[in-house]
């Protein structure tokens, strides 16, 4: 697991409901605390940005549930801040708010007592500010009682999760090595101590080398591909600090290793490590031929063939006619693995740059009938129609 990568509903569904959403209170941080420490209750705050679409994910289909808006506006003094204006960007490195959204939940004295990094669906956010009113459940008692000496294994699991959804990797490191020196080796493949040792793969410490050895066994027990996918995870360390050096002899010796410990898609994953190390060395053609041999080889991924099709477009290579048909080919293989408002969108506007206006007329004109069936916003695309219909008159 890492601790790191929307659907907008019908705003007529949004207007009738807005009784029911949480109501979330203007004014300063210092005025959201004193109103809290007034009232007596815990302060609930969205701390957002306006570009993540998790963040408006939650705010178009979660702040505005019904049953969300009763419990949170009853017990929660609410607040919204953004974490890149104003009393935001102090907000954030106060409390270290580092990924969007960061959901943090405070007593009435303003002392943090549950945190949660990433969107939550209704069900399970309305858990969470239960569960916030409950000391026994809070990540601040949770770590009194750890700081004080508490070591059982089913309190270090309480802890770990809530670690892990408070997005504190480091700590969450250091626990996890307490937590699996508490058991035999025997029992590391248990579903319960599995999720945890599968959180912090590492490919330097004795559990990989354990599972690794013992690679059979796990397999049986877990399957072939939660084991490769652990594999691969192991190596994440190792892989960012090849591709920082940018020492090619070090990316062949790394593509090397994964090609011994992977008994499946060792290909696929060399040529992914070949991409992201090429792309980040500032080689433009190197780095092409990279994308494009991942791309077009091993990617299955409509949304990762449509995104890095589209960033090419926008920002790499907008006049390069050359280039724009490799990424034309990429948004392509996006449609025919996934057609849809997105990737249609962005193979019209490559094809309109190609001068086949035709062709990028068609797509975009499907793009908007995608769109406007799944609810999206179609005006630009619609803007595009429009231009590519005054060329071919």
């Known amino acids: 697991m890492k601790f790191k990568n929307i659907f907008l509903l019908p705003f007529t569904f949004l207007a ?11 004014g300063s941080w210092a005025d959201i605390q004193a109103k809290a420490k007034a009232e007596n209750k815990y302060i609930f705050v969205d701390a957002y940005t306006t570009w993540c679409a998790p963040c408006k994910w939650m705010a178009q289909n979660v702040f505005t549930d019904k049953g969300v808006g009763e419990f949170y506006n009853k017990n929660y003094v609410n607040f919204k801040l953004d974490m890149e204006k104003g ?3 102090t ?4 409390y270290q708010v580092n990924a969007y959204p960061t959901l943090l939940y405070f007593n009435a004295m303003g002392e943090v007592v549950n945190k949660r990094v ?8 309305l858990e969470i500010g239960k569960n916030t009113l409950n000391p026994e459940k809070q990540i601040s008692s949770l ?9 059982g294994q089913e309190f270090l699991r309480k802890y770990l999760q809530a670690l892990q959804e408070a997005g ?3 700590e969450y490191a250091k626990v996890t090595a307490e937590y699996v020196k508490l058991m035999d080796k025997k029992d590391w493949i248990l579903p319960e101590n599995w999720e945890i040792i599968n959180a912090t793969a590492d490919n330097n410490s004795e559990i990989y080398q354990y599972i690794l050895s013992n690679r059979a066994v796990f397999e049986e027990k877990l399957g072939k591909l939660e084991v490769n996918n652990y594999i691969i995870r192991a190596f994440s360390n190792e892989v960012n600090q090849v591709v920082n050096a940018q020492d090619e002899a070090k990316l062949q010796a790394l593509s090397s290793k994964l090609r011994g410990v992977m008994t499946d898609n060792a290909d696929n994953l060399v040529a992914r490590l070949e991409m992201i190390f090429y792309t980040s060395s500032g080689n433009a053609d190197k780095a092409l031929n990279a994308i494009d041999n991942f791309l077009m080889k091993y990617s299955s991924d409509w ?14 290579a907008q006049d390069d006619l ?5 990424v034309a080919q990429w948004a392509k293989k996006s449609v025919s693995l996934n057609k849809n408002f997105a990737n249609t969108d962005t193979y019209a506007n490559i094809l309109f740059k190609l001068g086949q206006n035709k062709e990028a007329l068609k797509y975009a004109e499907e793009s908007v009938s995608l769109g406007k069936a799944a609810g999206d916003d179609t005006t630009t695309t619609e803007e595009l129609v429009k231009q590519i219909k005054a060329t071919l008159k």
């Not at 770590?143 to 070591?151: A, D, F, H, L, S």
């Not at 099709?309 to 920002?315: K, N, P």
């Not at 050359?322 to 490799?326: A, E, F, G, I």
């Open 16 to 26: 009738c409901n807005v009784w029911a959403q949480i109501e979330f209170q203007q």
């Open 87 to 89: 009393e935001g960007l």
């Open 91 to 94: 907000f954030a490195k106060t």
């Open 118 to 125: 990433g969107g939550a669906p209704a069900e399970q956010f």
């Open 143 to 151: 770590r009194q009682r750890y700081n004080k000496g508490e070591r």
């Open 168 to 170: 504190e990797e480091a």
């Open 303 to 316: 949304s990762e063939l449509n995104s890095i099709a589209w960033s090419y477009f926008t920002e790499i």
């Open 322 to 326: 050359k280039v724009l048909q490799k």
